[in-house]
T-cell receptor, first 110, second 115 residues
């Protein structure tokens, strides 16, 4: 079963705009990760945030984590057409078993 | 340095048949996990192998089994295929023992279609 929900399910923006995706989860976590998937192929790891962290940056990516609300957000700034993909959040409680949400489909129009 | 590789890329089977999917982890990785991703959904964890043993298992029936070889490569076997087994099967590897690594590296997947 899925851990939680991503919101929105789909997002369409113009190149240069920012894209924000939200993720909610149900259980306690050790860390939360975001992955990107292009055209139904393999997933690419984007960023990891641990349960004791509140915000993390990596290039044009900014991730926040609110463990009291069991939610996370992924912000992609200055989006590009190449950012078009599906984005998934995944939680880890122990070991490195990933529990994924259903994903957000992002389309960046040029 | 080769990443995670999977074979075959695509596979078509009929109901009741058996299938074997293969995965070679990224160099230096010794833990392999398998995920099933149905169309339009997020991946679901099937199981994880380390030191040639199944270490964690998700909510999948015994029809799904696996194996890890001494060179860390892995196989996923599915018996008595059902239409609902049609999905993208993803293999992921990580660099050290379970519990010690966070980032997983995914292969391109095997697309299984059951007719």
């Amino acid at each position: 079963s899925q851990q939680g929900e991503e919101d929105p399910q789909a997002l369409s923006i113009q190149e240069g705009e920012n894209a924000t995706m939200n993720c909610s989860y149900k259980t306690s976590i050790n860390n939360l990760q975001w992955y990107r998937q292009n055209s139904g192929r393999g997933l690419v790891h984007l960023i990891l945030i641990r349960s004791n962290e509140r915000e993390k940056h990596s290039g044009r990516l900014r991730v926040t984590l609110d463990t009291s609300k069991k939610s996370s957000s992924l912000l992609i700034t200055a989006s590009r057409a190449a950012d078009t993909a599906s984005y998934f959040c995944a939680t880890v409680l122990y070991g490195n078993k990933l529990v994924f949400g259903a994903g957000t489909i992002l389309r960046v129009k040029s | 340095d080769a990443g995670v590789t999977q074979s075959p890329t695509h596979l078509i089977k009929t109901r009741g048949q058996q299938v074997t999917l293969r995965c070679s982890p990224k160099s230096g990785h010794d833990t392999v996990s398998w995920y099933q991703q149905a169309l339009g959904q997020g991946p679901q964890f099937i199981f994880q192998y380390y030191e040639e043993e199944e270490r964690q298992r998700g909510n999948f029936p015994d029809r799904f089994s696996g194996h890890q070889f001494p060179n860390y490569s892995s196989e996923l076997n599915v018996n008595a295929l059902l239409l609902g087994d049609s999905a993208l099967y993803l293999c992921a590897s990580s660099p050290i023992a379970p519990g010690g690594a966070d980032t997983q590296y995914f292969g391109p997947g095997t697309r299984l279609t059951v007719l």
